[in-house]
């Protein structure tokens, strides 16, 4: 079930299995904060902008951006614990980033957030593009 686990069979390391079904890792810690994020930020009428939201938001992104760069160059890297703690972070600034943007449509959280994501994903997704796939 691909919509559950986004990795082929040589990536099953960076999976769980919960109920017979591959979850990847990352996702595990990311889909379901980014909505209780969103969500609590709602129930709370939180404000849509804090001094602090640029910064602590890429910070919140990071983590899982390098993990999965390295994880992109060194394949047997890291571990499950640290992909979803990386996506649990991750999920904390997707969820306030998104919780602006329905509000007030591409916030400067946001568009940070995304050329942060662009900066790092577009290099290293060029830089191993042709290698090849284990057998």
Known sequence: MFWLSHHHPDEYNRTYVLAGVRVCAR?????PV?????LGLFALKAPLQWQWDVPVVLALTLPALVDWAVGRFRP??????????????LGVGLGRSL???VQRPLPAVLLAQALLVTGVAVPVI??????????
């Open 76 to 89: 047997a890297s890291g571990s499950n614990g640290l992909r979803t703690l990386t996506g649990v972070l």
């Open 34 to 38: 980014l909505a209780a994020v969103f």
């Open 99 to 101: 919780y602006v943007h």
């Open 27 to 31: 996702c595990l810690g990311t889909y």
């Open 126 to 135: 060029l830089a191993t593009y042709r290698r090849p796939r284990p057998e």
